[in-house]
């Protein structure tokens, strides 16, 4: 298969899946069962590119012109590959999942639901295989207009009202700060094509146009960029996000591992890699204000979380506080925070997607969504609540789950930038985590309940079962895999002679 068959093909898959879907809407085993097929094609596709890349192989694509001089184009680098695994990976699982779920729930619209949940993927593809940045945009908004559906599914008010919000903010920050920031940089460099080592860095190395890359101009482009990537949550633009949990929990998975906020943080990596170039933002100290951003995002939305009652709000504001230190690994401009942010791309989508997973199975089998009425639980849903146990295990940082491995690169980033402000702030976020999360499963297994539950074991629906406890193993797994990923990513990092492999 040649390079660039194997783009158009990963590009066609999601597509043809949407299509399916509304062929097949009144066949819901032919529906679903389809969208899982092309998911298991697009990761093999997927995988396959991967070993291309090992090999050295390019992968690149140019359809049409946009604009003069500027393609639809498409390349295939490590970052971008590693984000399309995950969503293609994670896809066909969710898929599977949300059969359960919505079928179990009794959810109307649902072939609507299917073919936008496949549009949201192929959004999520074209983002990750961007070749330049108005690709990514273009990309970036598709993924905005894909999900709304999605987040409005209920159609009730409180859906449009978050629906108006999810819309309002995402397309308020894209335009007005994202769009300048690529017409700025496309003004500056001339170009808006992804370049290793950094555009802006490439033109104040040869000099030719120095006084255009100036501190400041580095300063205000930097808050462009990561402003107006509201996707990446960063506050104050973080109130979509647990505005958008009026949708159904299957969405929620999509939102929080999937796709949209991983589209947002992979942008924001992708950006400080090929755009700006770690060295020149470690040379300038032009991205130090970010990390010090992050640290309050990811602290205060912690803060936020403990004190919420319901269990997907508890878990969005979680999420905010995840995304933070994504984007703290690309604020610290250096290998170790770059190879950080990466790994903890893929280990939060594992352990975030579970615990939405387990959110919703709660929902389908008890009708429960507020902590405080969970208490005994666990005894009915033994599986459920232990992978609860497990993902958040992960999400806080701690062995023997993939997490402990992303954290602690990302904590060794900021003590190799001197930021023991940030370390400390870590450390903190560590402490909140463990005071949010685990007393969920603890207050589910040991709690006595308020009423009689009745006898005997009552988990969701197997479809919602198998997904969430695949998922929570994948948790487990990563403790142990995670080094041939962190290897994938060392030649973006630059961290291959470093680590000595």
């Not at 003004?187 to 006084?211: C, K, N, Y």
């Not at 352990?351 to 009425?373: M, R």
């Not at 969430?468 to 030649?491: H, K, N, S, Y």
């Amino acid at each position: 298969m040649s390079p660039e068959t194997a783009l158009q093909i990963a590009l066609a898959l999601p597509v043809a899946a949407s299509v399916l879907a509304l062929l097949f809407g009144d066949r819901p085993n032919l529906r679903e069962g389809a969208a899982i097929v092309c998911g298991g094609l697009l990761t093999l596709v997927v995988f396959g590119i991967a070993r291309g890349i090992d090999d050295g192989r390019e992968y690149v694509w140019a359809p049409f012109e946009m604009l003069p001089g500027v393609d639809l184009a498409f390349r295939v680098e490590r970052l971008g590959l590693l984000f399309s695994g995950v969503a293609a990976v994670l896809w066909p699982v969710t898929t599977l999942y949300a059969a359960g779920y919505m079928r179990g729930h009794h959810e109307k619209n649902q072939t609507r639901f299917f073919t936008f949940f496949a549009l949201a993927i192929f959004a999520a593809i074209g983002a990750a295989y961007a070749a330049n940045l108005l690709t990514l945009f273009v990309f970036y908004e598709v993924m905005t207009l894909a999900t709304y559906p999605l987040v409005t599914h209920h159609g009730d008010e409180k859906a449009r009202r978050g629906g108006r919000i999810y819309l309002g903010i995402l397309i308020f920050t894209s335009v007005t700060f994202l769009l300048l920031a690529i017409i700025w940089t496309w003004r500056v460099a001339g170009t808006m094509d992804f370049r290793p080592g950094g555009i802006l860095s490439t033109l104040a190395e040869d000099g030719s146009r120095d006084p255009l890359v100036s501190h400041g101009l580095l300063i205000g482009l930097l808050a462009l960029y990561a402003f107006g990537i509201g996707k990446a949550a960063l506050m104050p633009f973080h109130r979509w996000l647990p505005s958008a949990m009026v949708a159904p929990t299957p969405v929620s998975a999509l939102l929080h591992a999937v796709a949209v906020v991983k589209v947002g943080v992979f942008s924001v990596l992708k950006v400080v890699v090929y755009v700006f170039g770690i060295d020149l933002l470690a040379q300038t100290g032009a991205s130090v204000w970010l990390g010090y951003v992050a640290g309050f995002t990811l602290l205060t939305a912690s803060l936020i979380a403990m004190r919420k009652d319901n269990l997907k709000e508890r878990l969005a504001y979680s999420t905010v506080s995840q995304l933070a230190y994504i984007v703290l690994g690309a604020a610290l401009a250096n290998g170790l925070g770059i190879l950080g942010g990466g790994l903890h791309i893929v280990t939060h989508a594992v352990g975030k997607i579970t615990l939405f997973f387990c959110a919703g199975a709660i929902y389908v089998a008890a009708h429960e969504t507020e902590i405080s009425a969970m208490k005994g639980l666990g005894r009915k849903m033994p599986i459920t609540f232990g992978a609860f146990a497990i993902a958040a295990t992960s999400v806080i940082g701690l062995p023997p789950a993939g997490g402990s491995w992303s954290k602690w690169y990302l904590a060794l980033g900021a003590a190799d930038a001197g930021a023991w402000i940030l370390v400390g702030a870590l450390m903190l976020s560590t402490l909140l985590n463990i005071a949010y999360l685990v007393p969920i499963p603890l207050l589910a297994f040991f709690g006595e309940p308020d009423r009689d539950r009745g006898p005997g074991r009552h988990e969701a629906p197997a479809a919602c079962v198998v997904p969430l406890a695949l998922t929570a193993l994948g948790c487990l797994a990563l403790f142990f895999l995670l080094d041939p990923v962190a290897r994938f990513l060392e030649p973006i990092a630059g961290l291959a002679t470093e680590t000595g492999r």
